[in-house]
């Protein structure tokens, strides 16, 4: 495969991302909508899906705000396509910018200029983690809406505050700015020693698979906790006050310093634009998150 090819898939993969939910999305949906029990309830949920089946039929965005794509590359060492694989991230952006096409995003903080393509200084985002003696690359791409993304924090506790004092933080934020982000939400929580770690960490946990539970018995408890208790919250279907809040939960961690508990959240609203595309050395590639979806 050589980069134009490389490039063409990767445009396809954004579109797709865009205008398809994941497998897993999907199905906690429909079973939050199955367990659905009043008649307001059922009505949200019916247009929600009515609105995802257009957008798969039709190959248009889901929502208007189609977000600002951010990768995250984990990169084999002895990937063949470890030179060109940014040049070919960036472009794609830029030609499904144009094609779906997407609403341009990309806006320079001190001007105002919006460079229309999506693609602009330090975006799309592209965060890498080296994966040694492997020569596959697997690309996560979220397509990060503003509402959802106005929920984010990230912030360095004093230790004795630890878990007690980020459940006060996630309440906070969540009645203070849930209902702006198109609930019910999915949570990424990262805890760390610094303010960039637990941000870092916020994220990737939020690109877990839904419904997976940490390895740790302790963190998967916690996840479970959280869940639980921020429903209780009642912010509901698009703030309605009725149905789940909060669908799903992940939290990832690192050792912290000894004077610090750095906590980050990352949110997305119910509309998870969310893929993973797994390349290999020959150029095949499969998308284990949209199991039905053609792009070849």
């Given at each position: 495969m050589n980069e134009q090819e490389l490039t063409r898939i990767l445009s396809r993969f954004v579109a797709l991302v865009s205008t398809r939910l994941p497998d897993d999305v999907?199905?906690?949906?429909?079973?939050?909508?199955?367990?659905?029990?009043?008649?307001?309830?059922?009505?949200?949920?019916r247009i929600m899906f009515d609105n995802l089946e257009r957008a798969r039929l039709e190959k248009i965005p889901i929502c208007q705000d189609t977000g600002t794509p951010y990768f995250h590359v984990r990169l084999g060492a002895n990937s063949p396509f470890m030179n060109c694989i940014e040049r070919c991230l960036r472009k794609a952006v830029e030609i499904a910018?144009?094609?779906?096409?997407?609403?341009?995003?990309?806006?320079?903080?001190?001007?105002?200029?919006?460079?229309?393509?999506?693609?602009?200084?330090?975006?799309?985002w592209i965060d890498y983690e080296l994966v040694p003696d492997s020569d596959k690359l697997?690309?996560?791409l979220h397509m990060a809406g503003g509402g959802s993304s106005l929920v984010g924090r990230s912030l360095v506790l004093k230790p004795l505050e630890r878990i007690e004092g980020m459940s006060e933080i996630l309440i906070d934020t969540l009645i203070n700015n849930g209902i702006n982000a198109c609930p019910p939400l999915f949570l990424g929580i990262g805890i760390g020693a610094t303010m960039e770690?637990?941000?870092?960490?916020?994220?990737?946990?939020?690109?877990?698979?839904?419904?997976?539970?940490?390895?740790?018995?302790?963190?998967?408890?916690?996840?479970?906790?959280?869940?639980?208790?921020?429903?209780?919250?009642?912010?509901?279907?698009?703030?309605m006050g009725f149905g789940k809040s909060i669908l799903d939960i992940h939290i990832e961690y690192s050792a912290r310093h000894p004077t610090t508990f750095a906590v980050g959240i990352s949110a997305?609203?119910?509309?998870?634009?969310?893929?993973?595309?797994?390349?290999?050395?020959?150029?095949?590639f499969e998308i284990p998150t949209h199991k039905e979806a053609d792009i070849s």
């Open positions: 999907i199905e906690i949906l429909r079973s939050a909508a199955a367990s659905a029990d009043d008649l307001e309830q059922k009505q949200l949920f910018t144009s094609e779906i096409p997407l609403r341009p995003n990309a806006v320079d903080p001190f001007t105002g200029r919006n460079t229309g393509t999506n693609v602009g200084k330090n975006i799309p697997e690309i996560f770690i637990s941000a870092i960490l916020a994220k990737r946990a939020l690109l877990k698979p839904v419904g997976e539970r940490s390895e740790d018995p302790r963190i998967a408890e916690l996840e479970e906790i959280l869940l639980e208790d921020l429903n209780r919250l009642a912010i509901g279907i698009q703030g997305n609203c119910w509309v998870f634009r969310r893929g993973v595309l797994v390349l290999y050395p020959n150029g095949e």
